[in-house]
């Protein structure tokens, strides 16, 4: 095997997408056949409206992560795909792709308005896929699923029906969210609230009998118009005398009724507010339990309907509001404005303001599925990492509504009821009937779809072919983990731990491993509005997809959020590369030669200590991944990689290397692949591409890297006491290696080092018995080893853990110069120093800045005092070098 098997210059555009295929070719990801254990994992399903965004990145990158690593202990390993129809999402992208074309889905119909859809789904379906394989996800994909397919479309009917059956889904005239926007019925979970800054209204309401006035307190004046009573709290002592009195509605002939009600808050506005059950939810229940009227006064399309006095109708919320204000400062029923900042609910899709709405909508009843859930929780049935996410998790069940599972839509789950308007019968089928069972007349079925949460909540089993009994629900059910991020615990999360409950007797998965969110630099979250997106691709394009995953491993610390620029995957980049030119320098010298199985070699010291840091590496690999510490299973990977077996052990090698016998080199090549062998699969479920070109040229190896042991921790391998003289030794080399660099030692030119060893410093002859490593790694032409102190004229003391070291770097330097050249940083530095100092003593700059600006400033601050020090301690020794005192004599020992 020559050194050109490895292109010089590393660049995953000229393997990553072969390696790929050889993948798919290969049928890797399919689960073994047989395995004591098993790991299995769904993905979240991408919605099909688009490309993967960062966050599927982020999240699609450590499932892939924890797959590989589950795959290669030898578990019978499955990760399932798919991609979500997403109801409201797609029927709105579809819809504005038909408004450019100049027509709409009304003007298509239903029937067309699906097929293209269909077109758009599958268009984006396809680039979905394309770009998971191109970021490396290791999924089944000949067990691929959609929520609109066929099998999970019989499985949603089977639900819908089973629970209509239990009496668990019911219709019922109920308010609800709206979107006028998107012409539909929301969840309360699919309703975002912002703070906005919004006005308080205070209007007078004319007592129908008499003189005087109430006045309320309203943040909506357009709904009035749907007001049925005006009510106070019976405890307050101001409207006491008003209770049981009627006032008239302003800008109507009607009047209402003043009602005495405990949820009234006294300190709120006036004490008296305008109850509408129709438009506001806290209204509702006080309508219900004084059996007042509910007057709908919205279109669907968010328009003032026919309720309302004719100069208002048709106009949209904004606009009637407007137009009320007016007639009211007019008719001088307003008595004021007030700003009133307010929380107000938006659509989690379109950002439309949501309208409480009264509507006919179908409901699941959840109270009885989410004590379940609960209880499941409290078994340890369902554990979160981190586990803080249980709050949330339980916080939810345990104020559970009943959830409205109707959308007013076209794509979806077609709900299966049907209506004979002959008869009046209503018919909820698994099947779709021909005819109406009781009168033989016509059918007429349910125009509205399931919400696309309800296809969703059924993934782990019905993607398994639930409700079918096959053989993999037999052998993958229940799966074992679920990543996904923090917002959507209550859409999807505990829902299907509630489906799985109910319709398995199970929960769906053990673990749920929560991961952050993805935000720029700023802290601020990605998006097209902000323009600090990043397209996952883009990334992959410049950095290549090891890259992505491996940074995003390393910075994700569980439980707080990512913050990333795209210089953040510089990291990824810059370690594969490492690995890259560390595999060219192992295949240039394992050309020709005699490779021995680890066990037949005679290993020394050197080899000893790094089987111990790998035997370490591995053992924290592990106990980090089984507890979902991603970031802590990155950096040991990376530690052991680069420091370990890069930086120390492959450049020790070259004493081997470099000149030994053939037995010897054949002896050091022999360990060295063994130990790059371990240390390539280790890393694999991080930098999968990389890995896999590079095991494939490893001699001796066949097979793909993604189907090989995963390496497993051997207490015969621990080294603890070779392991603490070696970091000694390390301190030695790291110390005098330091310095050189400090003083701008060239890297070729030799010095001389004396070392003098404390009396009983135990590694005292393991030091000297490593002579040659310590020559080789420092780069000595002299390397004397005593007890007594020596002429010290010309060297800079280094102090160290029973040892004091002396680098002889006078005649190795231009002192002048480098003495110039410190100056002329400590001016540069010394400009801004002070000018940290003047903003941190800005008492407006504290007081407005945001902290982590104000924090950064201090740690700034911090960095120049202390290069500041550090430079003129430099110059204080060099002088002292000069001017030929010794560098004791200049200042003592540097530690």
Same mark, same amino acid.
């Given at each position: ?101 100049? %027509? ?9 308005? *699906? ?31 959609? %929520? ?71 943040? @909506? ?21 008003? *209770? ?32 509408? $059950?129709?438009?506001? $939810? ?41 137009? *009320? ?56 049935? *369902? ?48 099947? =779709? ?173 050197? =080899? ?10 591995? @053992? ?119 310095? @050189? ?42 390397? =004397? ?24 770097? @006078?005649?190795?330097?231009?002192? $002048? ?79």
């Amino acid at each position: 095997m020559s050194d050109t098997t490895l292109a010089k210059a590393f660049d995953p555009k000229t393997f990553e997408d072969r390696i790929y295929a050889y993948w798919l070719d290969n049928r890797v990801f399919l689960p073994r056949e047989t395995g004591a254990e098993r790991f299995v994992v769904v993905i979240p399903p991408p919605n099909v409206t688009g490309v993967l965004h960062i966050g599927h990145g982020l999240n699609n990158t450590m499932q892939d992560l924890l797959v590989r690593y589950h795959r290669m202990k030898g578990e019978r390993t499955l990760w399932v795909p798919g991609t979500d129809h997403a109801g409201i999402a797609t029927q709105n992208v579809v819809e504005r792709r038909l408004k450019k074309e100049g %027509t709409s889905r009304q003007a298509l119909g239903r029937e067309r308005f *699906v097929e293209e859809t269909w077109k758009v789904s599958n268009e984006h379906h396809a680039t979905i896929v394309r770009q998971l394989q191109k970021i490396g996800a290791s999924c089944d994909w000949t067990r691929e699923r959609f %929520t609109l397919d066929e099998g999970l479309s019989r499985a949603v009917r089977e639900v819908f029906v089973s629970l209509y059956e239990r009496g668990l889904i019911y219709r019922g005239n109920y308010l609800v969210n709206w979107c006028p926007s998107c012409g539909t019925a929301l969840s309360d979970e699919e309703v975002e609230y912002r703070e906005v800054k919004g006005t308080m209204y205070r209007i007078r309401y004319p007592f129908a009998e008499g003189q005087g006035a109430i006045e309320v307190a309203t943040t @909506r004046p357009e709904t009035l118009f749907g007001d049925s009573a005006v009510g106070v709290n019976p405890d307050d002592a101001r409207y006491a005398a008003f *209770v049981g009195r009627r006032v008239r509605l302003p800008l109507t002939a009607r009047t209402i009724e003043i009602v005495a009600d405990s949820f009234v808050d006294m300190a709120f506005g006036t004490g008296a507010v305008k109850v509408t $059950p129709a438009h506001d $939810p806290n209204d509702w229940e006080l309508g219900n339990r004084h059996g007042l009227e509910r007057i709908n006064i919205l279109n669907r399309d968010g328009t003032l309907n026919e309720v309302v006095p004719e100069a208002y109708r048709g106009l949209a919320v904004r606009a009637a509001r407007a137009k *009320v204000v007016e007639d009211l400062k007019a008719a001088g029923l307003l008595v004021r404005e007030e700003d009133h900042p307010h929380q107000v609910g938006h659509c989690y899709r379109c950002a439309t303001v949501v309208e409480p709405f009264l509507s006919e909508q179908w409901f699941v009843r959840m109270k009885g599925m989410a004590e379940k859930a609960y209880a499941a929780w409290e078994r340890g049935e *369902v554990r979160f990492f981190p586990a803080r996410w249980e709050n949330t998790y339980t916080h939810w069940l345990k104020g559970i509504r009943d959830w409205c599972i109707s959308r007013q839509l076209w794509w979806g789950h077609r709900i299966p009821v049907w209506y004979c308007d002959a008869c009046g019968e209503t018919l909820v089928a698994r099947a =779709d009937p021909a005819s109406c069972p009781r009168c033989g007349g016509a059918l007429r079925q349910e125009e509205d779809v399931l919400d696309t949460w309800f296809s969703s909540w059924l993934w782990p089993f019905s993607t398994l072919g639930w409700p079918d009994k096959t053989p993999d629900l037999e052998a993958f059910f229940p799966t074992t983990a679920l990543v996904t991020a923090y917002d959507i615990i209550f859409f999807w999360v505990s829902r299907m731990i509630m489906a799985s409950l109910e319709f398995t007797g199970q929960v769906p998965f053990r673990d749920v491993y929560i991961t952050g969110l993805v935000r720029d630099t700023q802290g601020r979250k990605m998006s097209k509005s902000l323009g600090n997106g990043i397209d996952p691709l883009e990334i992959v394009d410049q950095f290549g997809a090891d890259a992505l995953k491996f940074s995003f491993a390393y910075l994700s610390v569980q439980g707080q959020d990512i913050l990333i620029d795209r210089e953040s995957f510089r990291l990824g980049s810059k370690f594969a590369n490492k690995i890259w030119n560390a595999a060219r320098y192992l295949l240039m010298n394992a050309e020709g030669r005699r490779i021995e199985p680890i066990e037949a070699v005679a290993l020394r010291d050197l =080899d000893r200590w790094i089987l111990h840091r790998l035997n370490q590496a591995v @053992r924290s690999v592990e106990r980090s991944l089984d507890g979902y510490r991603i970031d802590a299973a990155a950096q040991a990977v990376y530690e052991f990689f680069w420091n370990d077996l890069c930086d120390w052990y492959i450049e020790a090698s070259k004493l081997s290397l470099g000149g030994a016998e053939e037995s010897e080199r054949d002896r050091s090549v022999s360990v060295l692949l063994h130990v790059f062998d371990q240390a390539l699969r280790l890393a694999h479920p991080f930098l999968s591409f990389i890995t896999e070109e590079i095991y494939q040229r490893l001699p001796g190896r066949s097979g793909s890297i993604a189907l090989a042991a995963y390496p497993q921790a051997r207490d015969e391998l621990d080294q603890p006491d070779l392991a603490s003289r070696f970091e000694e030794l390390k301190e030695l080399v790291r110390s005098a290696r330091t310095l @050189r660099s400090e003083f701008a030692v060239p890297p070729d030119r030799r010095v001389r080092l004396h070392v003098r060893l404390d009396p009983g410093f135990r590694s005292a002859d393991f030091f000297k018995s490593h002579r040659d490593l310590v020559e080789l790694l420092v780069n000595t032409d002299r390397l =004397d080893f005593s007890e007594e102190r020596p002429d010290s004229s010309g060297a800079i003391p280094i102090a160290g853990q029973g040892f004091e070291s002396f680098v002889y770097i @006078r005649d190795a330097v231009d002192v $002048p110069r480098e003495v110039a050249k410190l100056r002329k940083e400590a001016e540069k530095l010394a400009v801004l120093k002070s000018g940290t100092e003047k903003k941190l003593a800005d008492a407006a700059f504290r007081r407005h800045a945001p902290a982590e600006v104000v924090e950064r400033e201090r740690g700034k601050l911090a960095e120049f005092s202390e290069r500041s020090a550090k430079i003129a301690e430099y110059v204080r020794e060099l002088e002292a070098l000069s001017s030929g005192a010794s560098g004791n004599q200049s200042g003592g020992e540097r530690v």
